[in-house]
């Protein structure tokens, strides 16, 4: 049995509370914009599953500095058993109207999504392949959900980079998969998350 690490809770939905507390996977994203998800968590505890202290680590993944740390983690976490990545939206999420949203900010939320799946990826990757056993889930939003030009853009790229790295990993005994947040929640909520 090897560690499993979630990155991306601030991009979690909620409802994937009860998974998280279940799995008991090391937490990896900004904390401060994942107390919505902190809560859901807590309040998913049960008198069968009261011990819900889970380990998070804070970390800003939209920082060269973050992303470092990420694959540090991941590479120290030896052996792992299953890395979950929820990917941002593809939207950036802003309270501009989508077609005045300043371009620099775009272009930051594309290098972060990117700039976070191939650095963590790439980690996972390397640490995961001697033992010859182990997935790596990305929990995406659907793709007919991108609606500006760049985002329309990312999930081309996306689809493609994902086509292009499934052998790779297949290839050392690896499963890389892609998933919605919903419908990984409705393939689990059966399943003994623990092991």
Not at 174 to 189: P, V, Y
Request: with cysteine; proline share 4%; glycine share 6%.
């Amino acid at each position: 049995m090897g560690n499993k690490i979630w990155i991306g809770t601030e991009w979690c939905d909620q409802d994937i509370g009860e998974i998280i507390g279940r799995m008991k996977p090391i937490l990896c994203g900004n904390l401060s914009k994942s107390l919505d998800l902190k809560r859901a968590i807590e309040d998913c505890a049960t008198p069968l599953n009261e011990d819900l202290s889970l380990q998070w680590r804070d970390m800003d993944l939209s920082t060269i500095i973050g992303q470092a740390a990420l694959s540090d983690l991941i590479r120290q976490s030896a052996p792992i058993s299953h890395v979950i990545h929820v990917v941002p939206k593809w939207d950036l999420e802003t309270d501009f109207d989508s077609k005045t949203i300043p371009l620099d900010m775009e272009l930051r939320h594309v290098r972060l999504s990117i700039d976070t799946l191939l650095s963590a990826t790439r980690a996972a990757y390397v640490t995961m392949s001697p033992y010859k056993n182990g997935c790596y889930t990305l929990l995406t939003h659907p793709q007919n959900t991108a609606e500006s030009p760049l985002a329309i853009g990312l999930t081309g790229w996306f689809e493609k980079w994902l086509k292009a790295s499934l052998k790779m990993w297949e290839d050392v005994g690896l499963e890389l998969k892609c998933s919605t947040q919903e419908a990984w929640i409705a393939q689990l909520s059966e399943l003994d998350l623990s092991k």
